[in-house]
Each structure stands twice: as C-alpha cells, then as structure tokens.
C-alpha cells in the first residue's frame, strides 16, 4: 500500500518569497504522484502530475515539483508566491498499475500562508 | 454542465437518520470518485466507478454507506442510520478513462449529524 507524509502542517512566507512545500511517499511499486489545490470552501483542483517522463513537472501558475526516486519525494516550489497562493494543498499517490486504475492516496495537507 | 456539480452544498441531519448526497460529474467522463473529507484532514478515497460499475468499494467505512452509478453517469451516496462520526465533507470527482486519477473534484457536500 502507499502512503504520503506532508511533514508541515502549516508554512507562513511573505508576499514574492520563494516556499517549498514537502511532500515524501511510501510504496513498494512505482508511482504516480500528484498536487492538488484546495481554496476555502471548494473542491480541490489537480495542479500537477508526474507519470513518467522527466522528473521535473511545473504548472501553469509558477509552481513546480520534482520526482526523486532515491529519496522519496516529490516537493512543491514556487520561486515568488503572491497572496491568491494562500490555500491548502495536498500531495497525493497511487500505483502505476497495468490496468487502468488504482486509488489515490492523499497526505494531511499543508496549509500555505501569503502574508502581504 | 462545465464542471463537476455536487448537491446539497450543505446537509443537516440528526443522528440516525438517513441522507442521499448527489453527484453530476463532467459530461462524458467515465471515471467517478468518492472520497471523505474530515475537518483539517486530506480526503480518505471511499469508492470508485467506472461507467455504471463499481469497481472499488474498498473505502466505504461500513455497511451503512451504500453508492450506485445506474446509468453510468449522476451517481448518489447514501449513508443510512448516520452518526456523529459521519459529519465530513463529502467530495465527487471525475476524469476521462484514460487518466488514473480524480481530476476534475466538484465542491463537496458539509455533512453535519446533530
């Protein structure tokens, strides 16, 4: 089975400073590994994926995540973060599974505080 | 519709009684997800569809927690003789066949068992 640490809980960073969010995973196969963003009261929204490829993967709003197989991680980085960044977000695995599904797990989720 | 539509946006219910919560995924998308949300915790998977199969039940927490799909594409979530424990925010999410994964989420149901 897999699993999904978010080692910070919460993490405060002022307007235009760079964050990184952590996010480390378990599992015995290969992955597939995911960000979603949740604003307050709303759904959450796929930010970004890794399925294979190169392990670097970046959105369309300045965020990227790199895939470190050695180490189990796939950390969340923005280089300037604006206040409409402030929400939860949630890193998230599933198995890479020859038919077509497997479940995705998702961590506790680290809550990001823009502070102006 | 544009997105995934999920209703009530709220439910209040006493304890014991039973309530079905709705689900209108994205318009051609095969994929149907449950999951439940506990205050300040990410989503705990429940269940899973593919068109109008239920191909994994492995996350509902009891017998009391019943989905069905009938035509492939609404679905419901019934949970019968609710409790306490069941309050959460109840979210859907849907995606095309050919992506593992939940990717369009509607904005979930606040369940609260008085």
């Known amino acids: 089975a897999q699993s999904v640490t978010q080692l910070d809980s919460q993490v405060p960073v002022f307007e235009e400073a760079p964050v990184e969010l952590r996010c480390n995973y378990s599992?015995?196969?290969?992955?597939?590994l995911f960000w979603y963003v949740q604003y307050p009261n709303q759904g959450l929204q796929l930010l970004l994926k890794?399925?294979?490829?190169?392990?670097l993967v970046e959105s369309i709003n300045g965020f990227e995540a790199e895939f470190n197989k050695s180490q189990t991680s796939f950390h969340l980085r923005k280089p300037s973060v604006h206040i409409s960044d402030t929400a939860e977000y949630f890193c998230?695995?599933?198995?890479?599974?020859?038919?077509?599904?497997?479940?995705?797990?998702f961590g506790p989720g680290t809550s990001l505080s823009v502070i102006p | 519709g544009a997105g995934v539509s999920q209703s009530p946006r709220y439910k209040v219910a006493k304890r014991g009684q039973d309530v079905a919560l709705r689900c209108d995924p994205i318009?051609?998308?095969?994929?149907l997800f449950w999951y439940q949300q506990a205050l300040g915790q990410g989503p705990e998977f429940l269940t899973y569809?593919?068109?109008?199969?239920?191909?994994?039940k492995s996350g509902l927490p009891s017998d009391r927690f019943f989905a069905e799909r009938p035509e492939g594409s609404v679905s419901t979530l019934k949970i019968q003789r609710t409790q306490q424990e069941d309050s959460a925010v109840y979210l859907c999410?849907?995606?095309?066949?050919?992506?593992?994964?939940?990717?369009?989420f509607g904005d979930g149901t606040r369940l609260s068992i008085l």
């Open positions: 999410a849907s995606s095309t066949v050919r992506v593992p994964q939940p990717q369009h």
């Open positions: 599992s015995s196969v290969s992955v597939y």
């Open positions: 890794y399925l294979s490829g190169s392990t």
């Open positions: 998230a695995v599933s198995a890479v599974m020859k038919t077509s599904y497997d479940k995705v797990i």
């Open positions: 318009s051609g998308h095969v994929s």
């Open positions: 569809f593919q068109n109008e199969a239920q191909l994994d």
